[in-house]
């Protein structure tokens, strides 16, 4: 069965580079993350894995061109990267070999909760700069510029909500879990996201370019080196996204140790 599992990870990957939505090596990945999820979840875990795939690439390539301001602020674009792939979707692949040598709830509350996470936290940003009004700095306590890290607008917010309760609804009959594990999924996968906000807003390392003011993700701007102005260098925009849909994932899990 592992065979075919593999197969379709292999078609959807080429699928999704051939679509643009990932790059060779993003590719790579993803058909690495796919068949741990397999392993311990089978055609289950691949249908969840299937709906962040499908759902973050069409907001990804929605009104693409009103994103094009917060290109120059966001590193990340249309076509994901091993990095962004495994900073997504590396929390639920580690609960698929987990679940595959250990059977237990508390890694299938964990795969649903983290990739509520990633989903989450996809939604709001790929639709969050699309709100008509700024978002606000959750620390800074002000209005910035869309792309912002650590900034939320309402409709983001709203987005996350509905992001996470997509990945635990179309799991709830799939897997036939209690209620109760569709309510404390979608309730970690909007906390994760939360978490992701305020990391970002807090020690997620920032730029500053001296050419035209600008603060942003690029290690270079306007042709030159951009100078880090806050944050621990290395926590990048695919760490925090790490860290929060594992953190997503124990805040599902530990709720039924």
Request: with cysteine; glycine share 12%; proline share 2%.
């Amino acid at each position: 069965m592992m065979v075919l599992y593999f197969v379709i990870c292999l078609a959807t990957g080429l699928v999704g580079l051939a679509m643009g939505a990932l790059n060779k090596k993003g590719t790579l990945a993803s058909i690495m993350v796919g068949t741990a999820v397999a392993y311990g979840f089978g055609w289950k875990g691949l249908i969840l894995l299937g709906v962040f795939f499908v759902t973050s690439t069409v907001w990804s390539k929605y009104k693409s061109g009103r994103k094009n301001a917060i290109k120059q602020i966001v590193v990340k674009g249309a076509a994901r990267d091993e990095y962004q792939v495994l900073a997504n979707g590396g929390a639920a692949a580690f609960a698929g070999i987990m679940m595959g040598i250990s059977h237990s709830i508390f890694w299938l509350a964990f795969f649903v909760a983290a990739l509520a996470t990633s989903n989450a936290d996809t939604w709001a940003s790929e639709l969050g700069v699309l709100s008509k009004k700024n978002p606000f700095h959750v620390l800074k306590l002000k209005i910035v510029p869309p792309g912002t890290s650590g900034a939320v607008s309402m409709l983001g917010f709203l987005a996350s909500i509905i992001a996470a309760s997509l990945i635990a609804g179309v799991g709830y009959p799939i897997y036939g879990f209690s209620l109760e594990l569709f309510i404390v999924s979608t309730a970690a996968g909007i906390l994760g996201c939360i978490i992701d906000t305020i990391i970002g807003a807090s020690i997620q390392e920032e730029f500053y370019c001296k050419y035209c003011s600008m603060k942003t993700e690029h290690l270079e701007h306007c042709g030159h080196r951009t100078i880090k102005s806050r944050g621990i260098a290395g926590i990048n925009n695919d760490v925090v996204n790490l860290i929060s849909s594992i953190f997503g994932g124990l805040a599902g899990g530990v709720w039924f140790l």
